[in-house]
T-cell receptor, first 114, second 113 residues
């Protein structure tokens, strides 16, 4: 079985500051890892995914995440927060290369202060 | 269509009633997934289809929940004899075959009163 834990249900950052969202995974086999963003009244949108290629993954909107096997982590970062980054972010894990049967974390809500 | 479409967007039903939630995937997408998201939680896998075949229904919580996709396109998730604990956002996603990106719909907010 696989699972993810997101540390911190709410994160508040100042505009222009670093955004850091933490995700740790548990998996008995090499995992595939994802970050999704959910804006109000919208569906989940894929930010980036790790599929065992490069450990540093770049996604949309300036986000990136680094896979660290030794720490079982896949933290999401963005160097400079924008007001438009205010949303809920979900980390997810899968052990299959053929489907999107994902296990999601509980989510982290990001607010951006002007 | 341009994206995954779910209907209704909001559904309020009385306890004990049956409800049917509809998902219209992106045209040409082979795989279709159902997830349930309780308030304050991440989405939880329910079931998925490739074409019309249900590949995995291990996430369906009990036999009151069922899903079908008879023609390999539109899917219906049915909940019989609804209970208050069924209240949640139900999300559908679709993808091309395999590990191509899955696109999520806006969801159906189900409230059982």
């Amino acid at each position: 079985a696989q699972s993810v834990t997101q540390l911190g249900s709410h994160v508040s950052v100042s505009e222009g500051a670093l955004v850091l969202l933490r995700c740790n995974y548990s998996s008995s086999v090499p995992p595939y890892l994802f970050w999704y963003v959910q804006y109000p009244n919208q569906g989940l949108q894929l930010l980036l995914k790790y599929t065992s290629a490069a450990t540093l993954v770049k996604g949309i909107n300036g986000f990136e995440a680094e896979f660290k096997k030794s720490e079982t982590s896949f933290h999401l970062t963005k160097p400079s927060a924008h007001m438009s980054d205010a949303a809920e972010y979900f980390c997810a894990v899968s052990v299959s290369s053929n489907d999107y049967k994902l296990s999601f974390g509980a989510g982290t809500t990001v607010t951006v202060r002007a | 269509g341009a994206g995954v479409s779910q209907s209704p967007r909001y559904k309020v039903t009385k306890r004990g009633q049956d409800v049917a939630l509809r998902c219209d995937p992106i045209s040409g997408h082979v795989s279709l997934y159902w997830y349930r998201q309780a308030l304050g939680q991440g989405p939880e896998f329910l079931t998925y289809f490739n074409y019309e075949a249900q590949q995995d229904k291990s996430g369906l919580p009990n036999d009151r929940f069922s899903a079908e996709r008879p023609e390999g396109s539109i899917s219906t998730l049915t909940i019989q004899r609804t209970e208050q604990r069924d209240s949640a956002m139900y999300r559908c996603a679709s993808s091309l075959v395999g590990r191509t990106e899955a696109f999520f719909g806006q969801g159906t907010r189900l409230t059982v009163v």
